[in-house]
């Protein structure tokens, strides 16, 4: 079965760097997300991308954050600045119209 | 706005019992309502969805959940646990014609299995 992917799993990253994390969603997908969940707290929404542009995020995505589908196969979120508190596991999805999002495993984001 | 209410956030069964995750939902609209489960160092895997139709619907795992509007829940269940349900589960939101919506998640709920 097709499965969204995410790369690294695990990320260490000073504070005040950037982050780039990497999803490559389910190939036929046309909606895709990502979400985050801080250590022992619900799953947050980001932001969601359709067509080549945002179509929603939420308070959490402000403008240190960003996304782009450079080639058509990933879909990646930047962190320009990291905080210690964008430590997360940060979840990607995709799906069809008409369809449940499918989830990645995650990238696991640590600040140091 | 959307919002779900997990009740509970451990649940322990022995295993063979019934097992009943609660949740309740707020939504302006008809909501799409999942289920997804989370074990350890994994993703989000979903369990099931009730979009429209019939009220009872069946996931996997042997896992179902009933929408009752009147309500407002959507509780997950399960007749006889086993082992390896010992997972994470979230309930999920989702408002509109499954169109560019997010998902509004629960707080999740620990399923502990008693041998």
């Known amino acids: 079965e097709p499965e969204v992917t995410q790369t690294p799993s695990h990320q260490v990253t000073q504070m005040g760097q950037e982050v780039i994390l990497r999803c490559v969603p389910i190939?036929?997908?046309?909606?895709f997300y990502w979400y985050r969940q801080i250590l022992g707290q619900k799953v947050e929404f980001l932001v969601s991308f359709y067509n080549n542009e945002i179509s929603e995020k939420s308070e959490i995505f402000d403008d240190q954050f960003s996304v782009e589908r450079p080639d058509g196969s990933n879909f990646t979120l930047k962190i320009r600045s990291t905080k210690l508190e964008d430590s997360a596991m940060y979840f990607c999805?995709?799906?069809?119209?008409?369809?449940?999002?499918?989830f990645g495993d995650g990238t696991r984001l640590s600040i140091l | 706005a959307q919002s779900v209410t997990q009740l509970g956030s451990h649940v322990s069964v022995s295993e063979g019992a019934l097992v009943l995750l609660r949740c309740n939902y707020s939504s302006s609209v008809p909501p799409y309502l999942f289920w997804y489960v989370q074990y350890p160092n994994q993703g989000l895997q979903l369990l099931l969805k009730y979009t429209t139709g019939a009220t009872l619907v069946k996931g996997i795992n042997g896992f179902e959940a009933e929408f009752k509007k009147s309500e407002t829940s959507f509780h997950l269940t399960k007749p006889s646990a086993h082992m390896s349900d010992a997972a994470e589960y979230f309930c999920?939101?989702?408002?509109?014609?499954?169109?560019?919506?997010?998902?509004?998640f629960g707080t999740g709920t620990r399923l502990t299995i008693i041998p």
């Open positions: 999920a939101v989702s408002e509109g014609n499954f169109g560019n919506e997010k998902l509004t």
């Open positions: 999805a995709s799906r069809l119209t008409g369809q449940p999002q499918h």
């Open positions: 190939s036929n997908h046309l909606y």
